[in-house]
């Protein structure tokens, strides 16, 4: 079984320009997880689909992050315009139906520097 | 407010000695437990959880975690380590929000 896609891998920016990344769950998961890694720190929690919904977007920044799952199936994180503090790694996780007691699968991350 | 704590930033220890990785949480009510590991570059693979029933759970790598409720901890623990067990492992408490601890950062020495 195929796991979490992400790309790109590596993505380097200047500060005010915007970048995109996108992520390819487990066939068949619900759940979309995009999560924002600061080194040294633990995974934030960004933004949570279940199917094309949304169930929390509590802690995106919303006036420089989207994010959207339009046919439920993989989906597509942006940032505009990037800051020097959104250097950090984007992870992509996904679970079967989303219930708390479910296991998420990581994919292998973007690493996002900001200049 | 909920909260996921590792207290140590680092943790050392000798190939083939026992390995300990500390993890409490303060969440009302029964959250789920979780342990993940990070090696470099590379994406959180999950380990073990706790749901319910016995205390000891056992996870993959002969990972094994023990729940305690009344002090509310989720020790990460290992009979006797590899130098390849050298990363970065994360708690994390579930209960209608995934919230992870800042990590624990493990050497294992030859």
């Known amino acids: 079984e195929a796991g979490v896609a992400q790309s790109p891998r590596y993505k380097i920016i200047e500060k005010r320009q915007s970048v995109a990344f996108w992520c390819n769950p487990i066939?068949?998961?619900?759940?979309l997880y995009w999560y924002q890694q600061i080194l040294g720190q633990g995974p934030k929690l960004l933004i949570q689909?279940?199917?094309?919904?949304?169930?929390?977007d509590s802690q995106l920044p919303k006036d420089r992050f989207s994010a959207e799952r339009l046919k439920g199936v993989d989906s597509t994180l942006k940032i505009q315009p990037a800051k020097l503090e959104d250097s950090a790694v984007y992870l992509c996780?996904?679970?079967?139906?989303?219930?708390?007691?479910?296991?998420?699968?990581f994919g292998p991350g973007t690493r996002l520097l900001v200049l | 407010a909920q909260s996921v704590a590792q207290p140590e930033d680092q943790v050392n220890v000798a190939e083939g000695n026992p390995l300990t990785v500390k993890c409490t949480y303060s969440?009302?009510?029964?959250?789920?437990l979780f342990w993940y590991v990070q090696y470099p570059n590379r994406g959180l693979q999950f380990l073990l959880k706790?749901?319910?029933?016995?205390?000891l759970v056992k996870g993959s790598y002969g990972f094994e975690a023990e729940f305690n409720k009344s002090q509310t901890s989720f020790h990460l623990k290992k009979p006797s380590a590899l130098v390849s067990d050298s990363a970065l492992y994360f708690c994390?408490?579930?209960?209608?929000?995934?919230?992870f601890g800042a990590g624990t950062q493990v050497v294992v020495t030859p």
């Open positions: 996780a996904s679970s079967s139906t989303g219930g708390p007691q479910e296991t998420q699968y």
């Open positions: 066939s068949g998961h619900a759940t």
């Open positions: 689909f279940q199917n094309n919904g949304v169930v929390d």
């Open positions: 969440v009302s009510g029964n959250p789920y």
């Open positions: 706790y749901i319910t029933g016995d205390n």
């Open positions: 994390a408490a579930s209960w209608g929000k995934f919230q």
